[in-house]
Protein backbone atom coordinates (compact mmCIF):
# COMPACT_ATOMS: atom_id res chain seq x y z
CA UNK A 1 0.00 0.00 0.00
CA UNK A 2 0.99 3.59 -1.00
CA UNK A 3 1.64 5.85 2.40
CA UNK A 4 4.08 8.54 0.64
CA UNK A 5 2.18 11.73 -1.77
CA UNK A 6 4.76 13.77 -3.08
CA UNK A 7 4.36 16.93 -4.81
CA UNK A 8 5.11 18.26 -7.51
CA UNK A 9 4.44 15.12 -9.76
CA UNK A 10 6.09 16.99 -12.50
CA UNK A 11 8.66 19.74 -12.25
CA UNK A 12 10.34 21.40 -15.27
CA UNK A 13 13.39 23.75 -14.50
CA UNK A 14 16.22 25.14 -16.29
CA UNK A 15 19.70 24.37 -15.42
CA UNK A 16 21.69 26.17 -12.62
CA UNK A 17 17.88 26.49 -11.00
CA UNK A 18 17.17 24.90 -7.54
CA UNK A 19 14.61 22.04 -7.65
CA UNK A 20 12.43 21.12 -4.68
CA UNK A 21 10.41 18.08 -3.98
CA UNK A 22 8.31 17.26 -1.22
CA UNK A 23 7.41 14.10 0.22
CA UNK A 24 4.41 13.45 2.73
CA UNK A 25 3.33 10.35 5.00
CA UNK A 26 1.02 9.18 6.97
CA UNK A 27 2.73 6.62 9.58
CA UNK A 28 5.38 6.54 12.04
CA UNK A 29 8.64 5.59 10.43
CA UNK A 30 12.23 4.49 11.15
CA UNK A 31 13.92 6.36 8.61
CA UNK A 32 13.14 8.13 5.30
CA UNK A 33 14.79 7.46 1.94
CA UNK A 34 15.06 9.43 -1.41
CA UNK A 35 15.56 7.53 -4.27
CA UNK A 36 16.45 8.49 -8.14
CA UNK A 37 15.44 6.57 -11.00
CA UNK A 38 15.76 7.25 -14.45
CA UNK A 39 13.06 5.88 -17.29
CA UNK A 40 12.66 2.53 -17.32
CA UNK A 41 15.67 1.70 -14.90
CA UNK A 42 16.27 0.59 -11.15
CA UNK A 43 16.48 2.94 -8.54
CA UNK A 44 19.76 4.75 -7.35
CA UNK A 45 19.63 5.38 -3.33
CA UNK A 46 20.02 8.80 -2.86
CA UNK A 47 20.62 9.35 0.94
CA UNK A 48 18.26 8.50 4.26
CA UNK A 49 17.41 10.83 7.14
CA UNK A 50 16.77 9.09 10.19
CA UNK A 51 13.41 9.68 12.41
CA UNK A 52 15.19 11.89 15.02
CA UNK A 53 17.38 14.19 12.49
CA UNK A 54 16.08 16.79 10.80
CA UNK A 55 18.34 17.71 7.79
CA UNK A 56 20.73 15.60 5.73
CA UNK A 57 23.68 16.94 3.41
CA UNK A 58 25.06 14.83 0.44
CA UNK A 59 26.53 16.62 -2.07
CA UNK A 60 24.15 19.30 -4.08
CA UNK A 61 21.41 17.28 -2.35
CA UNK A 62 19.51 18.55 0.78
CA UNK A 63 16.92 16.25 2.46
CA UNK A 64 15.03 17.71 5.71
CA UNK A 65 12.31 15.78 7.85
CA UNK A 66 9.58 17.40 9.97
CA UNK A 67 8.28 14.39 11.86
CA UNK A 68 5.82 16.79 13.36
CA UNK A 69 4.07 17.17 10.05
CA UNK A 70 5.23 13.81 8.64
CA UNK A 71 6.67 15.86 5.68
CA UNK A 72 10.28 15.33 3.96
CA UNK A 73 11.77 17.79 1.17
CA UNK A 74 14.55 16.95 -0.99
CA UNK A 75 16.43 20.28 -2.63
CA UNK A 76 18.48 19.65 -5.37
CA UNK A 77 21.25 22.74 -6.11
CA UNK A 78 22.73 24.20 -9.49
CA UNK A 79 20.42 21.60 -11.22
CA UNK A 80 22.13 20.22 -14.42
CA UNK A 81 20.35 18.27 -17.04
CA UNK A 82 21.77 14.57 -16.20
CA UNK A 83 19.82 15.14 -12.57
CA UNK A 84 16.60 14.56 -15.28
CA UNK A 85 15.08 11.55 -13.48
CA UNK A 86 11.98 10.78 -11.14
CA UNK A 87 12.56 10.97 -7.38
CA UNK A 88 10.32 8.98 -4.81
CA UNK A 89 11.02 9.14 -1.37
CA UNK A 90 10.55 6.16 0.78
CA UNK A 91 9.58 5.45 4.40
CA UNK A 92 10.96 2.28 6.27
CA UNK A 93 9.48 1.33 9.62
CA UNK A 94 11.02 -1.05 12.44
CA UNK A 95 10.13 -4.04 10.47
CA UNK A 96 13.41 -4.45 8.56
CA UNK A 97 13.77 -3.32 5.27
CA UNK A 98 10.15 -2.90 3.93
CA UNK A 99 9.72 0.11 2.46
CA UNK A 100 6.54 2.16 1.27
CA UNK A 101 6.58 4.47 -1.48
CA UNK A 102 5.93 7.56 -2.61
CA UNK A 103 3.90 8.93 -5.95
CA UNK A 104 7.35 10.45 -7.15
CA UNK A 105 8.09 13.44 -8.49
CA UNK A 106 9.00 13.34 -12.26
CA UNK A 107 12.15 16.26 -12.83
CA UNK A 108 12.98 17.43 -15.75
CA UNK A 109 15.94 20.08 -16.26
CA UNK A 110 16.70 21.61 -19.88
CA UNK A 111 19.74 22.74 -20.44
CA UNK B 1 29.56 -1.73 -2.78
CA UNK B 2 26.70 -4.04 -2.30
CA UNK B 3 25.40 -5.21 -5.67
CA UNK B 4 21.91 -7.10 -6.07
CA UNK B 5 20.97 -8.63 -9.86
CA UNK B 6 17.98 -9.46 -11.57
CA UNK B 7 17.60 -11.45 -14.21
CA UNK B 8 16.25 -11.33 -17.01
CA UNK B 9 16.00 -7.08 -18.02
CA UNK B 10 13.08 -7.75 -20.64
CA UNK B 11 10.98 -10.66 -21.31
CA UNK B 12 7.94 -10.99 -23.47
CA UNK B 13 6.02 -13.91 -23.78
CA UNK B 14 2.54 -15.60 -25.09
CA UNK B 15 -0.24 -14.66 -22.68
CA UNK B 16 -0.99 -17.97 -20.54
CA UNK B 17 2.84 -19.05 -20.38
CA UNK B 18 4.65 -18.93 -16.68
CA UNK B 19 7.63 -16.30 -16.42
CA UNK B 20 10.21 -16.57 -13.98
CA UNK B 21 12.52 -13.59 -12.60
CA UNK B 22 15.66 -14.17 -10.48
CA UNK B 23 16.85 -11.65 -8.09
CA UNK B 24 20.57 -12.44 -6.28
CA UNK B 25 22.70 -10.50 -3.89
CA UNK B 26 25.86 -11.15 -5.26
CA UNK B 27 28.34 -10.34 -2.48
CA UNK B 28 26.32 -10.68 0.50
CA UNK B 29 23.52 -13.02 2.38
CA UNK B 30 20.02 -11.73 2.24
CA UNK B 31 17.41 -13.19 4.76
CA UNK B 32 14.88 -11.17 3.20
CA UNK B 33 14.30 -9.53 -0.45
CA UNK B 34 11.63 -7.19 -1.17
CA UNK B 35 9.53 -7.37 -4.52
CA UNK B 36 7.77 -4.17 -6.24
CA UNK B 37 5.97 -3.75 -9.40
CA UNK B 38 5.74 -0.14 -11.21
CA UNK B 39 3.33 0.66 -14.09
CA UNK B 40 4.76 2.96 -16.28
CA UNK B 41 4.65 6.72 -14.60
CA UNK B 42 3.54 5.33 -11.17
CA UNK B 43 5.07 4.41 -7.59
CA UNK B 44 6.84 1.03 -6.76
CA UNK B 45 4.25 -0.48 -5.01
CA UNK B 46 5.18 -3.86 -2.87
CA UNK B 47 3.79 -6.75 -3.86
CA UNK B 48 5.53 -9.13 -1.24
CA UNK B 49 8.50 -10.05 1.56
CA UNK B 50 10.73 -12.76 0.62
CA UNK B 51 12.08 -15.09 3.73
CA UNK B 52 14.52 -16.92 3.11
CA UNK B 53 13.76 -20.71 4.15
CA UNK B 54 9.87 -19.61 4.69
CA UNK B 55 6.85 -18.59 2.82
CA UNK B 56 6.48 -15.03 1.47
CA UNK B 57 4.45 -11.92 2.87
CA UNK B 58 2.53 -10.97 0.18
CA UNK B 59 0.43 -7.67 0.53
CA UNK B 60 -3.21 -7.25 0.36
CA UNK B 61 -4.23 -7.26 -2.86
CA UNK B 62 -1.45 -9.59 -4.52
CA UNK B 63 -2.73 -13.20 -5.55
CA UNK B 64 -0.43 -15.57 -4.04
CA UNK B 65 -1.01 -18.39 -6.38
CA UNK B 66 -0.70 -15.38 -9.12
CA UNK B 67 3.19 -14.69 -8.09
CA UNK B 68 5.02 -17.48 -7.06
CA UNK B 69 8.19 -16.54 -4.75
CA UNK B 70 10.93 -18.80 -3.86
CA UNK B 71 13.70 -17.89 -1.10
CA UNK B 72 15.79 -20.74 -1.32
CA UNK B 73 19.01 -19.28 -0.33
CA UNK B 74 20.27 -16.51 1.06
CA UNK B 75 21.61 -15.14 -2.74
CA UNK B 76 18.36 -15.82 -4.80
CA UNK B 77 14.95 -15.00 -4.64
CA UNK B 78 12.80 -15.95 -7.49
CA UNK B 79 9.37 -14.51 -8.84
CA UNK B 80 7.26 -16.27 -11.38
CA UNK B 81 4.26 -14.81 -12.53
CA UNK B 82 2.04 -17.61 -13.73
CA UNK B 83 -0.28 -17.85 -16.49
CA UNK B 84 0.75 -14.58 -17.28
CA UNK B 85 -1.82 -12.22 -19.10
CA UNK B 86 -1.44 -8.36 -21.00
CA UNK B 87 -2.32 -7.19 -17.37
CA UNK B 88 0.59 -8.38 -15.86
CA UNK B 89 2.91 -6.15 -18.43
CA UNK B 90 4.95 -3.80 -15.54
CA UNK B 91 8.29 -3.14 -14.50
CA UNK B 92 8.97 -5.64 -11.48
CA UNK B 93 11.67 -4.70 -9.30
CA UNK B 94 13.69 -6.74 -6.46
CA UNK B 95 15.78 -5.67 -3.39
CA UNK B 96 17.33 -6.64 -0.64
CA UNK B 97 18.05 -6.16 2.58
CA UNK B 98 22.03 -5.83 3.60
CA UNK B 99 21.59 -6.18 7.39
CA UNK B 100 23.72 -3.01 7.32
CA UNK B 101 21.55 -1.51 10.06
CA UNK B 102 17.94 -3.11 10.19
CA UNK B 103 17.24 -2.71 6.82
CA UNK B 104 17.79 0.79 6.71
CA UNK B 105 19.44 0.59 3.43
CA UNK B 106 18.26 -1.71 0.86
CA UNK B 107 19.74 -2.08 -2.63
CA UNK B 108 17.75 -2.59 -5.79
CA UNK B 109 17.80 -4.76 -8.68
CA UNK B 110 17.86 -2.85 -12.01
CA UNK B 111 14.26 -4.28 -12.89
CA UNK B 112 12.81 -6.73 -15.17
CA UNK B 113 10.52 -5.22 -18.18
CA UNK B 114 7.35 -7.91 -18.48
CA UNK B 115 5.38 -7.64 -22.11
CA UNK B 116 2.74 -10.07 -22.22
CA UNK B 117 1.41 -10.08 -25.13
Known amino acids: SQQGEEDPQALSIQEGENATMNCSYK?????LQWYRQNSGRGLVHLIL?????REKHSGRLRVTLDTSKKSSSLLITASRAADTASYFC???????????FGQGTELSVKP | GAVVSQHPSRVICKSGTSVKIECRSLDFQATTMFWYRQFPKQSLMLMAT?????????EQGVEKDKFLINHASLTLSTLTVTSAHPEDSSFYICSADHRQGAGEKLFFGSGTQLSVL
Open chain 1, 27 to 31: TSINN
Open chain 1, 49 to 53: IRSNE
Open chain 1, 90 to 100: ATGDNQGGKLI
Open chain 2, 50 to 58: SNEGSKATY
